[in-house]
Nanobody, 124 residues
Framework: QVQLVESGGGLVQAGGSLRLSCSAS????????MGWFRQAPGKERDFVATVSGSGGSTVYADSVKGRFTTSRDNAKNTVYLQMNGLRREDTAVYYC?????????????????WGQGTQVTVSS
């Protein structure tokens, strides 16, 4: 089993920044690719970003490319999502997820473990 705990969400004005963290326990962290997803009210859960087990490969949704950056510190069992240039449409609950593979993937169905989510609200 893997336990994931997100933190760092909150309320921010448009154009501002937030950094989300996700701490993992229960499995060798570097053996898991990690993903970030988000879900706005009344909408489906969408892919945001993913990072490989080593941290050497990342993939981003087009909507966040150039504004968000994901990274990981395997020594701390933590993955990060740095969010800059936030927009109102970024408002959502953000989830981190882990998969039993080191390879990045955009498909939420290929992730095995999920955190509880953290709310990000962007005001105009």
């Amino acid at each position: 089993q893997v336990q994931l705990v997100e933190s760092g969400g909150g309320l921010v004005q448009a154009g501002g920044s937030l950094r989300l963290s996700c701490s993992a326990s229960g499995r060798t962290f570097s053996n898991s690719a990690m993903g970030w997803f988000r879900q706005a009210p009344g909408k489906e859960r969408d892919f945001v970003a993913t990072v490989s087990g080593s941290g050497g490969s990342t993939v981003y949704a087009d909507s966040v490319k150039g504004r968000f950056t994901t990274s990981r510190d395997n020594a701390k069992n933590t993955v990060y999502l740095q969010m800059n240039g936030l927009r109102r449409e970024d408002t959502a609950v953000y989830y981190c997820a882990a998969r039993r593979s080191v390879i990045v993937d955009r498909d939420a169905l290929r992730y095995d473990y999920w955190g509880q989510g953290t709310q990000v609200t962007v005001s105009s």
